[in-house]
């Protein structure tokens, strides 16, 4: 089970961290990752850290956002930093790996402008 937190609104310029925490079992050869749906959008991959700490971030966020992870905690985070208004979005953890596929609940990022 995954539980995200740390949306909320700010303004364009600003910085937020999500976190999500996995609970039970999980592994140690896993792939954490944060993804975003805008309305009236498909859910896209914003970024992406695998078991040896290998990051991918999409184009749109490189050299703002920076993904993190604390196994000793199973926690995924991504820190964001600028905001932009185009990052308001739904904002959801997945945990991949053998035998699992899990979605934590979206948390709601707004940025005004």
């Known amino acids: 089970q995954l539980q995200a937190s740390g949306g909320g609104l700010v303004q364009a310029g600003g910085s937020l961290r999500l976190s999500c925490a996995a609970s039970?079992?999980?592994?140690?050869?896993?792939?954490m990752s944060w993804y975003h749906q805008a309305p009236g959008k498909q859910r896209e991959l914003v970024a992406r850290i695998f078991s040896d700490s290998t990051t991918y971030y999409a184009d749109s966020v490189k050299g703002r956002f920076t993904i993190s992870r604390d196994n000793a905690k199973n926690t995924v985070y991504l820190q964001m930093n600028p905001v932009k208004p185009e990052d308001t979005a739904v904002y959801y953890c997945?945990?991949?790996?053998?035998?699992?596929?899990?979605w934590g609940k979206g948390t709601l990022v707004t940025v005004s402008s």
């Open positions: 039970g079992t999980i592994g140690r050869i896993n792939t």
């Open positions: 997945n945990l991949a790996g053998p035998g699992i596929n899990t």
